[in-house]
Structure formats: C-alpha cells, structure tokens
C-alpha cells in the first residue's frame, strides 16, 4: 500500500473514532494486565463478566495471592483455559509482589518474564496502560493487515515489524486499537462488511463482500 494511502487509511479510521481504546475495562495497569492474559482465546466481553466480579474482591498482586489460586478459578471458571490462566495470575502476581513492590513494570523484558506474559501481551499494557506506541498484533489486525496489503505478512511479528515501518508516526499511539475494532466489527473474518466499510476503496482484498 502506497504511503498516501496508509496516511489516508489512519486517518479516516480517526475520524471515526478519534480516542480508540481497549474494550476490556481496566482502571489500573494490574487490572489491565491480568485482563489481557485472561482474554487469550477468549473474548474481551466474557473477561469483563468475570473482571465485574473478580475486581471488588481481588485487584491487586497482594490481594489476588491472598484469594489463592482455588477461588481465583471460581471467580474465572467461565473463560476458556481457566486452570492455567489462574496458575499464572497467581504466579505474576507473586513476582509482582516480590521483585516489583506490587507494581507493573513498564519494560518489555520485565512484562516478557512473566508468566502467561508474551510479547503480544506486553504490547497491550505497554501501549495502553503506560502510552508506548507499540502494536500489539492479534488475529483481527493479522486479518486486517494482510486483507488490506497495508502490512502482510505469514505470522504475526513479521506483520509487527512491517506495521512499525509502515504506520506514520502520528498515528502509532492509536493504530493497533482501530484495526482491532476495524477487523472486530467491520473487516470480519467469515464475512467482512465491505459495503459499510469507510477504507473499501484503499483496501486489496480480492473477495470484497457486496451489499445484498
């Protein structure tokens, strides 16, 4: 995609929503960062079910390790691969308490090294939770990027490392939530709205849908 275009893509996507955020409901990077490891393979509105609950009780490193690992299962029984995900809960909040006096570190190395933590995780907390202008590739922007001919690429750090070169500055802060919520409810991955999309004549994609 020619850089006009990439310029021409962010900038209708902001128009549309100048002040894109995560939908997961967060008010401090804890609750962030256990939010996200939880959404893996789950969807952001079943993890907020549980975070509605799990947060008045729990929503602090201290807090979730005196819950313990059983009760933190009841409280996220309802999203997919609960076991594990309470195991690494409870392991990162430990570190936390230990090496980092309770609070998120704002590194990726740090984030990296924790349990349940990997480098699409990191990007998320990185970039909402302290401003980073990281991008955080999930299957909706590898759709959407690949779709698009805005960044392709066979895996998701090759489509990192080709949206890091392509995106203009001014659009980095804000770049991995719109095209999460361009491929969330427009660029759909059975069928993609085509008819209502807003960057429908910028887009490469060959089997652009019609209206009915």
């Avoid at 430990?94 to 309770?102: A, F, G, H, P, T």
């Avoid at 690949?146 to 990192?160: F, H, I, S």
Wanted: with cysteine.
């Amino acid at each position: 995609m020619k850089r006009a275009d990439v310029v021409e893509l962010f900038t209708r996507l902001r128009e549309l929503n100048p002040r894109p955020t995560t939908e997961l409901v967060y008010t401090t990077p804890f609750e962030l960062l256990v939010a996200v490891v939880l959404s893996a393979q789950a969807t952001d509105v079943g993890v907020n079910k549980a975070t509605r609950k799990l947060y008045p009780v729990a929503n602090t490193p201290q807090a979730i390790l005196e819950l313990g690992e059983e009760k933190l299962k009841r409280f996220i029984s309802t999203i997919g691969l609960f076991n594990a995900k309470a195991k690494n809960v409870i392991a990162l909040s430990r570190i936390l308490v230990e090496q980092y006096d309770s609070e998120v570190p704002d590194s990726r190395e740090a984030l990296e090294a924790l349990p349940g933590v990997g480098r699409k995780t990191a990007n998320v907390v990185l970039n909402t939770a302290f401003g980073h202008a990281t991008i955080a590739v999930d299957t909706h922007i590898f759709r959407v990027a690949n779709r698009t001919g805005l960044a392709p690429g066979k895996d998701v750090r090759a489509v990192e490392d080709k949206l890091e070169k392509v995106v203009p500055p001014e659009f980095k802060q804000d770049a991995h939530h719109w095209l999460i919520l361009h491929g969330r409810y427009v660029c759909k991955a059975r069928k993609p709205d085509c008819p209502n999309c807003v960057i429908r004549d910028l887009c490469r994609y060959r089997d652009k849908t019609r209206a009915e």
